[in-house]
């Protein structure tokens, strides 16, 4: 894909992808930044966020926003859905067929011609509904 878009598939890009893709946690900025200083040591943060940018904007990798500022990120690029935790925010994939009705509903309710949909569920996950 980087190379359809004339980017170049450099040493921190090939990397900061393959920390994400093998990472099912769905990490901050900052945790990949730790991971991939293990590799390049000298990589900036600025690097890794502009990086995941790009890389988003190509479709390679999701980035999953939480609340107004907090962002996370999933090298899992094809469309699939989240579970939130309320009490501790862990993310987990859900393994679900998409919801193609829904989105043929929501067309047919405002005339719009409907691209695609996010959903996400939220609620506790085991560790902390036990702990509650």
Same mark, same amino acid.
């Given at each position: 894909?980087?190379?359809?878009? @004339?980017?170049?598939?450099?040493?921190?890009?090939?990397?900061?992808?393959?920390?994400?893709r093998k990472d099912?946690?769905?990490?901050? !900025?900052?945790?990949?930044?730790?991971?991939?200083?293990?590799?390049?040591?000298?990589?900036?943060?600025?690097?890794?966020?502009? @990086?995941? =940018?790009?890389?988003?904007?190509?479709?390679?990798?999701?980035?999953?926003?939480?609340?107004?500022?907090?962002?996370?990120f999933d090298g @899992?690029?094809?469309?699939?859905?989240?579970?939130?935790?309320?009490?501790? @925010?862990?993310?987990?994939?859900?393994?679900?067929?998409?919801?193609?009705?829904? =989105?043929? =509903?929501?067309? !047919?309710?405002?005339?719009?011609?409907?691209?695609?949909?996010?959903? =996400?569920?939220?609620?506790?996950?085991?560790q902390c509904s036990?702990?509650?």
């Amino acid at each position: 894909m980087l190379e359809r878009q @004339n980017l170049r598939i450099t040493r921190q890009r090939r990397t900061i992808l393959k920390e994400l893709r093998k990472d099912y946690t769905h990490p901050s !900025a900052d945790q990949i930044y730790d991971k991939v200083r293990q590799t390049i040591p000298r990589i900036s943060l600025g690097t890794v966020y502009r @990086n995941l =940018e790009v890389l988003c904007r190509l479709g390679e990798i999701q980035k999953l926003k939480l609340g107004r500022t907090k962002k996370r990120f999933d090298g @899992n690029s094809d469309f699939h859905y989240h579970m939130r935790c309320l009490d501790c @925010n862990r993310l987990d994939d859900a393994a679900l067929a998409p919801l193609k009705s829904i =989105e043929d =509903e929501a067309g !047919a309710v405002t005339d719009y011609k409907v691209l695609g949909h996010r959903l =996400e569920f939220v609620g506790f996950c085991p560790q902390c509904s036990i702990q509650s």
